[in-house]
């Protein structure tokens, strides 16, 4: 499976910014597709993940602001990022888990300025 991201970029503090992730090869299902984050010097974490059946999970400071969706005949998730703050500045990853194995995008910047 390849994961390609994009929608990455540089907006201003309360912008918003879409990403995408569409996935190729053999997909098995169920699976759960999402997004991580990785900042300079941190640790990456889960921003948000939605599995086949349409359940979303996000972390708790993207609550609200974050909408995670996917299209299962694109085999695309989206992330719709609203009311961006700088503290989002990371390169983001999309993933996808199903029973047997995880799968890595190549990251996208998003850059929030003050």
């Known amino acids: 499976v390849q994961l390609q991201a994009s929608g990455g970029g540089l907006v201003q503090a309360g912008g918003s910014l879409r990403l995408s992730c569409a996935a190729s090869?053999?997909?098995?299902?169920?699976?759960?597709m999402g997004w991580y984050r990785q900042a300079p010097g941190k640790q990456r974490e889960l921003v948000a993940s939605?599995?086949?059946?349409?359940?979303?999970n996000y972390a708790d400071p993207v609550k609200v602001r974050f909408t995670v969706s996917r299209d299962d005949n694109k085999n695309t998730v989206y992330l719709q990022m609203d009311n961006l703050k700088p503290e989002d500045t990371a390169v983001y990853y999309c993933?996808?888990?199903?029973?047997?194995?995880?799968?890595w995008g190549q990251g996208t910047q998003v850059t929030v300025s003050s």
């Open positions: 090869g053999i997909i098995r299902r169920p699976n759960i």
């Open positions: 993933n996808l888990k199903d029973f047997r194995s995880e799968f």
């Open positions: 939605v599995t086949s059946g349409g359940s979303a």
